[in-house]
């Protein structure tokens, strides 16, 4: 099971920490990570990874240089550091994990949170 927190709304500028806790894994740190985005209207898409094999990280370009993924030091954590947020930032994230191999597409992820709305005003 995973579960987001700390969305909620800022101003444009401004700054949130999306935490993910999960339980019922077995060697988190062998799980690939990944935080997906959805805004109304649009598909999900993919912002941020990391990988379980060597944890390197990955960003698409849209949030490159603003956000920060991170596994937690707290055992079965993993944090998405935003800064720098703009509107078009809005939507509900979802982190997601799989096995060792980080996969930037939403299919490829078999755990999923219920999602954390994000509603940056401008």
């Known amino acids: 099971q995973l579960v987001e927190s700390g969305g909620g709304q800022v101003q444009s500028g401004g700054s949130l920490r999306l935490s993910c806790v999960a339980s019922?894994?077995?060697?988190?740190?062998?799980?690939?990570i990944g935080w997906f985005r959805q805004a109304p209207g649009k598909e999900r898409e993919g912002i941020s990874w990391?990988?379980?094999?060597?944890?390197?990280?990955h960003y698409a370009d849209s949030v490159k240089g603003r956000f920060t993924i991170r596994r937690g030091a707290a055992k079965n954590t993993a944090y998405l550091l935003m800064n720098s947020l703009k509107p078009e930032d809005t939507a509900v994230y979802f982190c997601?994990?799989?096995?060792?191999?980080?996969?930037?597409?939403?299919?490829?992820?078999?755990?999923w949170g219920q999602g954390t709305q994000v509603t940056v005003s401008s």
């Open positions: 019922g894994f077995s060697s988190w740190d062998y799980y690939a």
């Open positions: 990391v990988s379980g094999s060597d944890d390197s990280t």
């Open positions: 997601a994990a799989r096995r060792v191999i980080f996969k930037t597409t939403p299919d490829e992820y078999d755990y």
